[in-house]
């Protein structure tokens, strides 16, 4: 299992979501993941997860996108076409 951290990013500065809105930092509790899908690139748990966290309802989250890797962390932009807002998600590999 992995920590998730999810960071609210939803400036066109911190990453190009939407350039009208202010930053806004939540923080959030770990989230358990399998690991093995998302170092195959295989975003499809982090999308589902933000959205059960913060989608409401609907589907809103459904786009991924890998910002960057190390050995111990992966940053993962898990994006909304609705809003036009996204999240900065960080997995733990440790």
């Not at 589902?48 to 993962?76: C, M, P, Q, W």
């Given at each position: ?20 809105r202010?930053?806004?930092?939540q923080s959030?509790?770990?989230i ?7 170092v ?24 991924a ?20 807002s996204?999240?900065?998600?960080t997995?733990?590999?440790?």
């Amino acid at each position: 299992m992995v920590k998730v951290v999810l960071l609210v990013c939803v400036t066109v500065a911190v990453i190009s979501c939407s350039s009208t809105r202010e930053t806004v930092i939540q923080s959030f509790s770990p989230i358990a993941i399998d690991t093995s899908k998302v170092v195959q690139k295989d975003y499809s748990e982090l999308i589902r997860e933000v959205n059960s966290a913060y989608g409401g309802a609907k589907e809103e989250f459904d786009t991924a996108t890998l910002l960057s890797e190390s050995s111990n962390y992966i940053y993962v932009r898990v994006g909304s076409s609705l809003r036009g807002s996204c999240y900065k998600v960080t997995v733990d590999l440790r």
